[in-house]
């Protein structure tokens, strides 16, 4: 049972569509300017520059011992990458997440998977824009399932559902990391309740109005297996396979649902599954 301060009133929820749009504009700055040739730290500091001129500051930087706007996690990197001077190659896959926190203390989170162009290896690209779709779709399978969802398993349950019937081109369902989860946001970037992105035995926290959830699967082409880098931060696949990772806020209010971190509230996302947000009143 989760306290009923980790659901929001509707103030609080409209509260945060500010820092939610502002840590889309950030990722959107990255995917403009990404390109071979580039060091992960110059991503760092073009999505660090897109949050200061819109009046917030990096939340990921309140993190105790992170001294970085965006984690960057690059082919068998799948989550934490720190930003530092490892050049981008042409083919790459290339996991961004990011957040800001507005002002008045409310915060956003949200991750995209980007694999840049290679035209001399077109499969590998092909099989890495695979794997970033299928995440990327069971995102928004975990999001819809959140319109009509009771409880936060039913959701973590969709998610499995939509990759197991989406499998890669090897014939197997993209792997799922076990030990990170999805999370609860609001006066911080990471609250509860916990959003698992596989099926448990658990029924979960309650989906109701006011419940603002961060969905975000966490996949690799291989084994689920990871380990943390000597860095303490980074997590990487055991059998060198690629990773990939979206993730969107998301409040559930009583009109509906609304993607915090997306600027037609989720609308083309959710569309394929039959699902329309409703802005918040």
Known sequence: MFRRSAYKTPAQLRAMVAPGLITHAALEAVRAAIRPGMTTLELDAIAEAAIVERGAHSNFQLVPGYHHTICVSVNDEVVHGIPGDRVLEPGDIVSVDCGAETPDGWNG????????????RPELVARREELSEVTRSSMWAGIAALATAR??????????????????????????????????????????P?????????????????????????????????????????????????????????????????VLTAPDGGAEGLAPFGVTPTPLA
């Open 194 to 258: 916990t959003l698992f992105n596989y099926r448990t035995p658990q029924a979960g926290a309650r989906v109701k109005p006011g419940l603002a959830i961060c969905v975000e699967p966490m996949m690799t082409s291989g084994s689920e297996a990871v380990f943390v880098e000597d860095d303490e931060w980074t997590v990487t696949t055991e059998d060198g396979s690629d990773g990939a990772h979206w993730e969107h806020s998301v409040a559930v209010h009583d009109g509906g649902v609304w």
């Open 151 to 192: 409880h936060l398993g039913e959701v973590g349950a969709s998610i499995e559902e939509h990759i197991e019937a989406n499998p890669l081109a090897s014939g197997a369902p993209a792997g799922i990391l076990r030990d990170y989860v999805g999370h609860g946001i609001g006066r911080s970037m990471h609250e509860p």
């Open 109 to 120: 989170d949200s991750a995209i998977t980007i694999v840049l162009p290679d035209a001399e």
